[in-house]
Each structure stands twice: as C-alpha cells, then as structure tokens.
C-alpha cells in the first residue's frame, strides 16, 4: 500500500484511504501546485494473481474513460507504470454509491429513481453515439456514484467494450448476474445499445422496489406488485426495458429517454383521462363538421400525427447517410430544445469530419445567435457548454479551418477565451488559455507600444510554441489535432526564424525544438491510434505535413547558420 503523506510522481500527495476492493486500493491524493483532489486507484503485482492480465484490462479502461467527455463521467488524469504496481489517478467523486442508498433506506423515491435514470440514460446514449459504439454492459447501483448535489456519476468500465458490427456473438461473459441481460451469456448474440437498455431496466427495478433482481425470488415482478402506489407508465418502462428479446425492449436510450420524459402519459389513470379528452374533442369535430356542412370554403385538417420531439430529430440524423440532412436534423434537434448540449456537440462532430470550412462555422453560428440559444444552451450548464461547444470549436477555427486559416485562427480566441473562463477541466482551462494567448501575441508581433517597447517579444511567442507542443497530445486531445499542433509549431518556427533569431533563440534551442517535435510525431505514427485507425490516408497526410514542415524549419536554420558563418554569425 502507498504511505499517507507520501508523493507519487513528484506532484500527487497521499492523504488517505476512500475505498478498498479485492485486488486495489483507492486513495484521496492532492496536487499541490494545482491545489486539487484527485483518487488514485492502485493495483499491486503482490496482490493480484494473473497482474499482466488485470494490468491489460486496466490499460482497456483507461485508454477508453481518455477518449471520453461527459458530465456524468470520470475523467483519467493520469497513469503511473511502476515496478510492481499500477495507478490510476482519476476525479475525485464525492459521495456514495446508489448501492448504499438502497442499504441504508431500501426502495427510493420515484421522483429520484426517474430523474437518476434520466441522466444515465443520457449518459449510455452518449456511449452508444461513439465511432465505434461503446457498450458499458455493467449498470447496476454499486457502479453508479450519487454525489451530494442529486446528479449521479457512471463509474467502472472494467467490462465496457466497443462495438464490433462484424461478430455475432460475445466470447466473453461479461456482467453482473440478475441485471445482465439474456445476450450477456454467451450463445445468445452481441451485446449492442439494447443490452445496456436492459441493464438500466433492472437498475431502476432494484432501485424503486428496493429488490435485488440478483437475490431470490430472482425474477423481476411488476414493480406495483411490491408498491401499488407507484407509477404504471414507470411500470410499463420497466417492462419493456427488461424483455428477453432485444427487439421487444426500446431500440436506443433516446426512445427510452423520451419515454422517461413522458412516463406519466403512460399512466393507466392518465390514459383513461386521454381517452375520455380524445371522445369529448372527437364529439365537438362531428358536431363543428354538421354545422359548417355547406359552407363554402370549407376545409378540415384532423391529422393524427407524432409530434417532432428532440430525440426523433437526433435519432433521424444519427441514421442519416446524407450529411446535409443529418446537419438539417440536428438543428430541427436544437431548435425543439435548445438547452440542451448533445444537439450542438454532434452537429459540430458532423461538420469537423473534414476541414471545418467557413461556411459550416456560419451555419454552426447562426444556429448559436438564432433566438439566444448560446445564453440558453450556456446558462443550462457552463461547463458543459465550455467544454463540448466553445473549446472543440476553439479548435476547428485554429487547427482546421480549411486552407487559409489566418481568419480562422484570428476568431479562434474569443471561443477559446470562453472555454476557459466556463469549463471546469484543468486541462482544457490551460490549453484555451495558453491558445488565446498564442493567438493574440500572433496579432501583436513586432508592433511597438506607446513606450517604444514590443507589445508582444519574439522570445515570448518562442516560449508559448513550445509549450503547445507536448508529447501527450494525442491522448489528451486526439491525434488529429496534436498532428495539427505539432505542424503548426513546425511552420510558425519556420515562418519566424530571423525574428526568433533576433530575439535570442539559440541555435541549439531551435534544433532542439525541432528534433522534439520529430519525435513526437514518429510517437504519434507508431501509436495504436494510427494503427488502429481506419482512416490512415489522412493522418498520413498530416504525418507528411508536419515532417516537411520541420525538414523546412532546418533547412532554413542550416541556410542561416551557413550565411552567417561567411561573416559575423548571430549565434556565435
């Protein structure tokens, strides 16, 4: 075990133990300089047998929560690789798991249960809406953390996969047995989107009943058979939730979302209150029909028809093979609801598959400015605007704004300025900050103030490229935008070599700078997100890019040295 007080990395201080299981300890740790809590989750060589395989499966975990951004998931900060043992150093979840909840006071509050399985519900659709789809395939209370202001946290992804549209079935029978459904257990088909549906089915059933569907009697009655006084429509979702045969369940969590939205419309009570209102309506047409008979011009328009709901528009672009159609849908998506994030974040996922181009960044704009929905979108949860909105568009404008970027870059940093005054990321709140910065000394190189001196030194811009670059980029962000990075550094070092020459850069600063850079793109190349990647032409040519444009950078610093050895060298 780690020792209390003790510092792990040189920045993560011990401060004491929040949780134990069979093979791992979880810690509360501080990072001082960051003044903030993170859990750091260790798992020992001594403790564990088959560690090569539990160390595997913990890489699996990790390198997916790195790829993932959602309010009601963890975020990984950190992995530390030691000699005997494995950390993880993840958010801090203050609170308790569901689990306990129902320990201590048995069935919950339907209002709660509901508004719990709202929120998961979003949480797995998120999952499913991945390029591959991810399966969690483990919801149950003990893996879903209530924290103390009412929202809930999805935790555990020892079991979650990606979809393969190639299998047929799962190898492995993975899940907790009572909420897993019938296709968890091998021979009975893949586990996909409607196996999580299940799952959150025989979730909200232990919850709301207070019944472990893991326990005897083992089977899952009608929830009013232990509560008459809860909801039918809850019921009837239940129900469904939890059928044997995937096709009879909801088909995706927005079907299902939708259903929980409007789980009183369900109501036995409710729907005999419907059929009473539909004959009263159906009496008063017939009667309206016999009084206008004869009259000229006379038009009747009774159409029976689905109301354009928020998931049907998400649900129709998702499916769409057309993108002008699936961006149409979207913003039918938006416009039905406008405060909520997942409409505008898939819209700009759409339009950030390619170079993002002026005119999309102006349909995405004009969809933001259309009767406030940014306040609207913002003031329902900043950080997740920040985060989902303001920063990746930050990005789009900077990295990948068609050919000529100079306009994109300039409008970049009003967006990056936002995301890092709303998000509550450490990471992104550092990487908006210094990219505002970058851009704004990019405007202001060489202009002199009212004092004479620079408004912005060539040697400061030197220290913020070098920054931007790092070697954790393409985990951090992704490998599309650190290949961008890196070639942006490469071209700028080129762009300003006599000014950065001028300023005071050393010769063996500059090659050092751009052997890095090198390195971090072979990294890049070798990784398993280019490996693995099914769009390999186009990170070759951004691999080709950045490569050139640091062969570019030297030649021109070989060129320089050469023409200032023949008379009085800058760098001695």
């Known amino acids: 075990m780690l020792e209390i007080g003790s510092i792990i990395d040189g920045k993560y201080k011990i401060l004491n133990v929040i949780g134990k299981g069979g093979m791992s300890v979880v810690y509360l740790a501080m990072n001082e300089r960051a003044n903030k809590q993170w859990a750091i989750k260790e798992v020992r060589k001594d403790g564990v047998q088959n560690f090569e395989v539990v160390k595997q499966n913990l890489i699996v975990e990790t390198d997916l929560l790195k790829r993932l951004n959602h309010p009601h998931l963890p975020s990984i900060i950190d992995v530390i690789d030691g000699d005997g043992t494995f950390l993880i150093v993840m958010d801090y979840i203050e609170g308790n798991p569901l689990s306990k909840a129902i320990k201590n006071s048995g069935a919950q509050n339907q209002d709660d249960v509901i508004e719990w399985s709202k929120q998961l519900c979003d949480v797995l659709g998120y999952l499913h809406s991945r390029k591959p789809p991810i399966i969690y395939r483990d919801m149950k209370p003990s893996n879903v953390m209530l924290k103390p202001d009412g929202n809930v946290m999805l935790i555990d992804f020892g079991t979650a996969r990606e979809f393969k549209s190639t299998s047929v079935a799962d190898t492995t029978c993975l899940g907790t047995q009572g909420y897993a459904a019938p296709e968890q257990f091998g021979g009975h088909g893949q586990t996909d989107a409607r196996t999580d549906i299940y799952c959150l089915g025989a979730t909200m059933y232990h919850l709301i009943t207070g019944h472990n569907p ?106 769409s093979m057309n993108e002008e159609e699936s961006a149409q849908m979207y913003k039918n998506a938006i416009e039905t609801d ?4 997942d409409g505008y974040s898939a819209l700009l996922d759409l339009y950030s598959n390619n170079d993002f181009t002026a005119d999309e960044y102006e349909s995405f704009k004009n969809i933001l400015n259309k009767d406030n929905y940014e306040e609207i979108v913002k003031s329902a949860d900043p950080a997740a605007y920040a985060d989902e909105i303001a920063y990746p568009l930050a990005e789009n404008l900077y990295f990948n704004y068609g050919s000529n970027n100079s306009s994109g870059i300039d409008t970049s940093a009003r967006w990056f300025k936002k995301a890092a005054e709303n998000s509550n990321d450490e990471h992104i709140i550092t990487r908006s900050q210094l990219l505002y910065k970058m851009v704004d000394s990019k405007k202001n190189l060489g202009t002199v103030g009212k004092n004479g001196d620079s408004v912005v030194s060539y040697i400061d811009y030197w220290n913020q490229l070098t920054q931007l670059a790092t070697s954790d980029l393409p985990e951090t962000e992704n490998l599309k935008i650190a290949l961008h990075i890196y070639n942006t550094v490469a071209m700028e070092i080129y762009n300003n070599n006599d000014s950065f020459i001028s300023g ?69």
């Open 214 to 319: 893991a326990l005897p009697p083992y089977e899952m009655y009608p929830i009013r058979q232990w509560n008459p006084m809860l909801s039918s429509g809850l019921e009837e979702i239940i129900l469904k939730c939890t059928q044997k045969n995937p096709d009879d369940r909801y088909q995706s969590c927005a079907e299902l979302l939708y259903a929980l939205d409007h789980y009183q419309d369900l109501d036995i009570e409710n729907k005999k209150v419907q059929s009473l209102k539909w004959k009263t309506f159906i009496a008063s047409v017939i009667l309206t029909l016999v009084m206008l008979l004869g009259t000229v011009g006379f038009t009747i328009a009774l159409s029976m028809q689905t109301s354009s709901t928020y998931e049907y528009y998400m649900n129709q672009a998702g499916n």
């Open 504 to 572: 005071g850069v050393t010769q063996s600063e500059y090659l050092a700078e751009l052997d890095k850079l090198a390195g971090f793109v072979e990294q890049a190349h070798n990784s398993t997100l280019y490996t693995e990647s099914a769009d390999k032409d186009t990170y070759d040519a951004l691999i080709l890019n950045c490569n050139n444009a640091i062969d570019s950078a030297r030649a021109a610093l070989t060129k320089k040295a050469v023409g200032d050895n023949s008379s009085a060298s800058v760098w001695g």
């Open 338 to 341: 406008p405060s909520r994030i």
